[in-house]
């Protein structure tokens, strides 16, 4: 099993920053592919972006290209999203996920977080 945790979520402004977190418990989470994927209200969950477990290869969303980046600690067990430029069409409830597979699917991942609000004013 494995438990995600997410933080580093608030309210910014159009154009800031902000890096989201998810701490990862239990056994071979070192082992899974990590990914974030958001939920704005009236919408379906969407994929943001994925790392895989060794930390050697990205995927992003065309929506967040070159504004966000995905990285992970492999000695905290903790998996980032750094958010730049940030608009207000980002605003929405960001989740961690883990799996085996790496992907853009949400059903490929297996293990979820319970969700941190970004909402980003205009």
């Known amino acids: 099993q494995v438990q995600l945790v997410e933080s580093g979520g608030g309210l910014v402004q159009a154009g800031d920053s902000l890096t989201l977190s998810c701490a990862a418990s239990g056994r071979a989470f070192s082992s899974y592919n990590s990914a974030w994927f958001r939920q704005a209200p009236g919408n379906e969950r969407e994929f943001v972006a994925a790392i895989k477990w060794s930390g050697t290869r990205t995927y992003y969303a065309d929506s967040v290209k070159g504004r966000f980046t995905i990285s992970k600690s492999v000695a905290k067990d903790t998996v980032y999203l750094q958010m730049n430029s940030l608009k207000p069409e980002d605003t929405a409830v960001y989740f961690c996920?883990?799996?085996?597979?790496?992907?853009?699917?949400?059903?490929?991942?297996?293990?979820w977080g319970q969700g941190t609000q970004v909402t980003v004013s205009s």
């Open positions: 996920a883990a799996g085996w597979a790496l992907s853009s699917r949400s059903f490929d991942y297996g293990y």
